[in-house]
């Protein structure tokens, strides 16, 4: 899985200079700042495996900036606080442990649509690194109260979402996106946990505005006489 990671870190890279370079054969950039917010169903990948028949909720917030750059590919950074965690029970008596993050997601961004009605694919690799924990005890379930042993995050982000183009009031998204971490919070060891590794799915809905270019809005003009995105 991470030699996949790396793999898809090259092919971003070497697509993204493509993009740029191809310059007689690029709409003009449309590029967009905005914010985003919604909530997150969160669990844990445990080896040995732990019983988790209830996902908490948490807040997902932050801002966010995309620049489409040929006709259907674009790129998307965000930066979020994330709340992450997991709850699980024994004997009837429960632990719940909750994770807040600070994130960077960065997408690679393939929308399809016309001008107004748009649906967008995204994927992309996340970082992120813990500001706070919290701790909700009633078992004696001590591997589960493990410290954190790593507050840096890093893994890979998928999204689906559909979005609505105005003129003059901005764009309105809803995404539903799904985040698998590949870092362990816990120390990796043979009397606890070889695995410890955070999920969250996120629906969150999102608005943003587009930035004018120097030289205007010729794009936009052009896709209005029939050039659909």
Same mark, same amino acid.
């Given at each position: 899985?991470?030699?996949?990671?790396?793999?898809?870190?090259?092919?971003?890279? *070497?697509?993204?200079?493509?993009?740029?370079?191809?310059?007689?054969?690029?709409?003009?950039?449309?590029?967009?700042?905005? *914010?985003?917010?919604?909530?997150?169903?969160?669990?844990?990948?445990?080896?040995?495996? *732990?019983?988790?028949?209830?996902?908490?909720?948490?807040?997902?917030?932050?801002?966010?900036?995309?620049?489409?750059?040929?006709?259907?590919?674009?790129?998307?950074?965000?930066?979020?606080?994330?709340?992450?965690?997991?709850?699980?029970?024994?004997?009837?008596?429960?632990?719940?442990?909750?994770?807040?993050?600070?994130?960077?997601?960065?997408? +690679?961004?393939?929308?399809?649509?016309?001008?107004?009605?748009?649906?967008?694919?995204?994927?992309?690799?996340?970082?992120?690194?813990?500001?706070?924990?919290?701790?909700?005890?009633?078992?004696?379930?001590?591997?589960?109260?493990?410290?954190?042993?790593?507050?840096?995050?890093?893994?890979?982000?998928?999204?689906?979402?559909?979005?609505?183009?105005? +003129?003059?009031?901005?764009?309105?998204?809803?995404? *539903?996106?799904?985040?698998?971490?590949? +870092?362990?919070?816990?120390?990796?060891?043979?009397?606890?946990?070889?695995?410890?590794?955070?999920?969250?799915?996120?629906?969150?809905?999102?608005?943003?505005?587009?930035?004018?270019?120097?030289?205007?809005?010729?794009?936009?003009?052009?896709?209005?006489?029939?050039?659909?995105?």
């Amino acid at each position: 899985m991470k030699r996949l990671f790396l793999i898809f870190l090259l092919s971003l890279t *070497v697509l993204s200079l493509r993009c740029q370079q191809t310059g007689n054969t690029l709409i003009l950039p449309e590029h967009a700042v905005g *914010v985003t917010g919604g909530i997150n169903l969160s669990f844990f990948n445990f080896k040995p495996v *732990v019983s988790q028949p209830r996902m908490p909720i948490g807040v997902n917030v932050g801002v966010q900036y995309r620049m489409i750059l040929e006709k259907y590919f674009g790129l998307w950074f965000q930066l979020n606080y994330d709340q992450r965690g997991f709850k699980t029970s024994l004997n009837g008596k429960y632990i719940a442990r909750g994770f807040d993050y600070i994130e960077l997601p960065i997408f +690679a961004h393939f929308t399809f649509g016309k001008r107004i009605f748009r649906f967008h694919f995204d994927m992309g690799p996340s970082f992120g690194y813990m500001i706070h924990e919290s701790e909700a005890v009633e078992s004696e379930l001590k591997e589960l109260s493990l410290p954190v042993a790593h507050r840096f995050d890093w893994g890979v982000t998928g999204m689906l979402g559909f979005e609505v183009n105005t +003129a003059k009031a901005g764009i309105y998204m809803i995404n *539903v996106r799904y985040n698998s971490s590949f +870092a362990n919070v816990f120390t990796r060891s043979y009397q606890d946990f070889s695995l410890s590794t955070g999920q969250s799915i996120t629906i969150n809905a999102g608005w943003m505005w587009r930035i004018k270019p120097k030289n205007g809005y010729q794009a936009y003009d052009l896709r209005a006489k029939g050039r659909d995105l």
